[in-house]
């Protein structure tokens, strides 16, 4: 039998995984056009509104008494009866595709990578590191929460040596505010979405049913470390790139040398396979709890997918994660309010162990609709 039991470290690596790979690639080109204060006040702001949405999920679970997927939790709270059963399996579609977007947008972010560092053309590049993803989430949850672990571990040594290395060159950053209120508006939205781990809550919830009283520190101490990354790497190619570029370890590179570049390509890569990793393993849980099919059956259809997508040639990197972006945040707005609402109102436990309380006021549910839907109108911005 699979060993689903995770260490606080694990899972809180699973939550960070998630969203970092988006946020460190897409947020420090668009914190360029508004300046780092507001950058901080935007990861602040994100930081908090997303607590508050993934300890929402977490309340959900903590009240339902069982480990269900999101999906079996929207039928449980929020489509009831006959017509409930149908609306449901499009909303099941519509998070199906928000899925294969962000894994397509990974796997072509990761051959990109390992094209430029091995010399391998493009769609060789993309065939070996679907195996290496895919393979680990095979093994199951323990499997890929170990090798979470070390891949946090990993980023926050490149990211470290990349800020070492800032200060061996002229370092200068752009505080002042600057640019629009659709620059800001845009910014918003990757920060959002980079922080956005809202799909692997249920294995966080299932990895540490042996200590729930962990599960709440584990996604605040595992969004704190996805944003302490996004910070750190945009502070760095603020600082020392003559001009933030869209995948912002090209500036990095160009200021510091050659061994950067090997050093951020690694870490991007690191950072793509831990979503990867995060997002491929809550797919295959929510296919087969939707279906009942195998669970290797389940692996299949929630890996193949992105890696045929790409080898069809209909979008590149931004285009997929752009598209990630606003579907999953039109879920977010249309389920999560009054999931959390039926929960608290006729859950199987009336008294779990934790809740929000007092945050889980209306006025706070407010803010949390009202967050959702400026991060979906955010992800339609060009800029």
Not at 16 to 23: C, I, L, T
Not at 329 to 336: D, G, P, S
């Amino acid at each position: 039998m699979e060993n689903r039991k995770l260490t606080f470290w694990e899972a809180s690596s699973l939550i960070m995984g998630a969203g970092v790979g988006a946020g460190i690639l897409a947020v420090p080109y668009f914190a360029s056009r508004t300046g780092f204060s507001v950058f901080l006040i935007v990861v602040i702001l994100a930081y908090l509104m997303n607590c508050l949405l993934h300890l929402m999920l977490a309340e959900v679970m903590f009240r339902t008494g069982r480990e269900l997927q999101l999906v079996e939790l929207m039928r449980r709270y929020v489509f009831r009866g006959k017509i409930g059963s149908w609306l449901l399996w499009p909303v099941f579609g519509l998070l199906v595709v928000a899925f294969v977007a962000n894994l397509a947008a990974y796997v072509s972010g990761e051959g990109e990578i390992v094209a430029k560092l091995t010399g391998l053309p493009p769609r060789a590049a993309e065939l070996v590191v679907y195996a290496i993803s895919a393979g680990v989430v095979f093994f199951g949850l323990k499997i890929v929460g170990v090798f979470e672990k070390l891949g946090a571990i990993a980023m926050f040594l490149f990211i470290l040596a990349l800020a070492a290395g800032a200060f061996t060159v002229p370092f200068h950053l752009q505080m002042a505010p600057r640019g629009t209120g659709r620059e800001a508006m845009a910014l918003y939205s990757m920060v959002m979405y980079g922080f956005y781990a809202f799909f692997s809550v249920p294995q966080a919830v299932k990895g540490l049913s042996h200590d729930k009283k962990k599960v709440v520190s584990s996604i605040v101490t595992g969004l704190a470390m996805n944003g302490a990354l996004m910070a750190i790497i945009a502070l760095v190619a603020m600082g020392v790139s003559r001009e933030v570029t869209r995948l912002a370890i090209i500036g990095v590179a160009d200021a510091l040398g050659s061994w950067a570049d090997i050093v951020g390509s690694l870490f991007t890569l690191v950072a793509m396979m831990t979503s990867y990793w995060s997002v491929s393993l809550a797919l295959a849980d929510i296919l087969g709890e939707r279906t009942g099919m195998h669970p290797r059956l389940g692996w299949v259809l929630a890996t193949l997918p992105s890696l045929l997508l790409l080898y069809a040639g209909i979008w590149r990197f931004m285009e997929w994660l752009r598209l990630a972006g606003g579907a999953t945040a039109i879920i977010i707005v249309l389920i999560t309010i009054p999931m959390y609402v039926n929960a608290r109102r006729f859950g199987d436990v009336p008294a779990p162990q934790w809740s929000l309380g007092r945050w889980g006021s209306p006025a706070m549910l407010g803010l949390v609709v009202l967050a959702s839907l400026m991060m979906a109108v955010g992800s339609f911005v060009s800029l």
